[in-house]
Structure formats: C-alpha cells, structure tokens
T-cell receptor, first 115, second 117 residues
Framework: DTGVSQDPRHKITKRGQNVTFRCDPI?????LYWYRQTLGQGPEFLTYFQNEAQLEKSRLLSDRFSAERPKGSFSTLEIQRTEQGDSAMYLCASSFGQGAQETQYFGPGTRLLVL | AQTVTQSQPEMSVQEAETVTLSCTYD???????LFWYKQPPSRQMILVIRQEAYKQQNATENRFSVNFQKAAKSFSLKISDSQLGDAAMYFC??????????????FGDGTTLTVKP
C-alpha cells in the first residue's frame, strides 16, 4: 500500500454546483479524518470516522457538507451548492492505533476552486 | 477550546546550521499530545515528531528535537544540521488525550522554513 490517496487532485467548479471528493485510506486503518486548509492557514478539522461510523463533526461543516464512509473503507466528502468561500484544500488522513501511538497519515489533498 | 499559535510565519536557515521554530498552545487539559508536521511544497504532510504531555523528557528524532515546556505551554522544534530537503512548511499540532476527542487535531498556521545553500 502506497499511502492515502485522494481524487481528484484539483477541481474547478462554478458557484452553485455540487462536488464530491474521494479518499482512499491506508488498508486496515480504522480512522479517517477530513480537514480543510485555506491558503496561509493550518488544517482545520471537519469530521472523522471510526470504521463506518461518523463520530464527530465540526461546526465548520454546514448542512451543505456531507461525508460518508460506507463499509469502513473509502470515504466521500460532498459539498452541495458550492460557494466561493468553499475554495480550499481538502485533506484526508487515516490512522490506526490508540493514544499517543495513533499516527495520522495524510493524503495529497484535493484543491477546490469555486468560481 | 484549544488554540495553537505559531508566531513565526517565515524562517530561514543556512544549510548545516541549526534553527528553532516556536509554538505555543492554550489548553485547560492536563493530558494531551503535541506534534510537529512537515508539509513540503505540493507534497503530503508527514509527521516529524511527537511529544506526550505526561513525559518530561523531550522527544528526539535524529536531527529533530523539541523543547517542551508544559508550564509555559511552549513546544518548539529544533532542526540541527539543516539540509535543503528540510525546506517546507512546518505545522505544530495539539491533540487531546480524552477519548471523546480521539484523533481530532488542532493545528497552528504554520512556519515556512527556507534553507539557504
């Protein structure tokens, strides 16, 4: 396994359109995280899954955002009715282990530009 | 809520020299973990080093070491013998040890490190 992969790597869309991003975690990693990173800032937590269960969602995740992780494998993040403020890098990370030994492995990200 | 502050947006260092990146954080918790991540240009973020708050001994990983001052809520990263490949954005991150916040990390805004040959 070569690591966390994300698709697409870049997405340009018009305001009001829906977009969906995919994240494939490292095999057997039971946790999967989504973060958003805007230019000049650090990643901000959006949501995370343990297996197929979505255990926490940030207040940043408005009703237009939805994430799924069917069967505890890959995950999708959908943004409906995109706004220019949604333009950012969307990072996925997966992990295993407990406590201090939990190491998050990040994907390359999907860069979204909303025109 | 926890916050992480990196007060140096940019730093530069001469190749083979030593550089220290600063990070402070704010929390009311006593048990937590701290991390430094490296994000090279157009590449994935990777973990550089981690520190458990209950450990007094500062973590080291080869050329990377930290100075963890729990009372001051300070967590700096020292890079010794800097190499051109160390050029990247470095993020300091905080993670609670409470199960309810398992895995969720709070990041600083990063420090861009330039290494001069």
């Amino acid at each position: 396994d070569t690591g966390v992969s994300q698709d697409p790597r870049h997405k340009i869309t018009k305001r009001g359109q829906n977009v969906t991003f995919r994240c494939d975690p490292i095999s057997e990693h039971n946790r999967l995280y989504w973060y958003r990173q805007t230019l000049g800032q650090g990643p901000e937590f959006l949501t995370y899954f343990q297996n197929e269960a979505q255990l926490e969602k940030s207040r940043l995740l408005s009703d237009r955002f939805s994430a799924e992780r069917p069967k505890g494998s890959f995950s999708t993040l959908e943004i409906q009715r995109t706004e220019q403020g949604d333009s950012a890098m969307y990072l996925c990370a997966s992990s295993f282990g407990q406590g201090a030994q939990e190491t998050q492995y990040f994907g390359p990200g999907t860069r979204l530009l909303v025109l | 809520a926890q916050t992480v502050t990196q007060s140096q947006p940019e730093m530069s260092v001469q190749e083979a020299e030593t550089v220290t990146l600063s990070c402070t954080y704010d929390t009311s918790e006593s048990d937590y973990y701290l991390f430094w991540y490296k994000q090279p240009p157009s590449r994935q973020m990777i973990l550089v080093i981690r520190q458990e708050a209950y450990k007094q001994q500062n973590a080291t990983e080869n050329r990377f070491s930290v100075n963890f001052q729990k009372a001051a809520k300070s967590f700096s990263l020292k890079i010794s013998d800097s190499q051109l490949g160390d050029a990247a954005m470095y993020f300091c991150a905080y993670r609670s040890a409470r199960n309810t916040n398992a895995g969720k990390s709070t990041f600083g805004d990063g420090t861009t490190l330039t290494v001069k040959p």
